[in-house]
């Protein structure tokens, strides 16, 4: 698959939603991994993301002006041992709870779907991190519904053993803004990863549409120590 700019394709697109990259820098020594996520109304584009152990949660900015918490309260990152799970709602607990008793990443989520908000059915976005004794892979999911149909959820795992330096893959929750929404198709995109954290961080910030953009999170790991860095982004605050 061509490898696209990630730049590019942000700029170009006012409201991919919520998104998920997941790749290898440039000089092959860290994982990296970013969630982003967008709103249009006013309870969406009031959050932040605050750390929370060694993950994040989203937190609304302002709690009197929260009216439901049910599809954007949600930790999208926790780690567990040395898997990073990465989601774009609550699945991020499904997928900790599930390879805690020793299911993998696919079956985890066998028990979830796309997300209750018609006529949207916003797809589930996940991805998990696998960083040790120097080795790395990853994998990454999206269950969506069957061209809008509420009864039938397609379900996609893409699994990279070894991914390439500088290169990672780009899912997000809609092709477009529109009404409804239209879905993410086809694979995750390739795309490239840089080895400056802080150059990583602020491109994909400065290029997400200034409206719509409400919080940004980038993680570097070291895949051989396994310590990490973390960025936060929030614009809010």
Known sequence: MQTISLEKELKGNAYPGRGIVIGR???????????????????????????EGKGIRTQAFDP?????????????VRVLDDKTIVTNGDQTDTVYEGMERGLTFEQSLRCREFEPDAPNYTPRISGVMYVKDGNYSYE????????????????FTFSYENPAAGEGHFIHTYMCDGDPLPSFEGEPKTVEIQDDMDAFTDMLWNSLNEDNK?????????????????????KNQ
Request: some cysteine.
């Open 25 to 51: 820098s440039k000089d092959g020594t860290k994982a990296v991994t970013a969630y982003f996520i967008m709103g249009r109304s006013e309870n969406s584009r009031n959050r932040i993301f605050a750390e």
């Open 64 to 76: 009197s002006k929260l009216t439901d918490p049910s599809l954007i309260i949600y930790a999208p």
């Open 140 to 155: 990454m999911s999206i269950l969506k519904s069957n061209n809008g149909c509420p009864d039938s959820c397609s379900r």
């Open 214 to 234: 409400v919080s940004l999170f980038v993680r570097y790991i070291d895949i051989a120590a396994g310590t990490y860095e973390t960025k936060i982004m929030n």
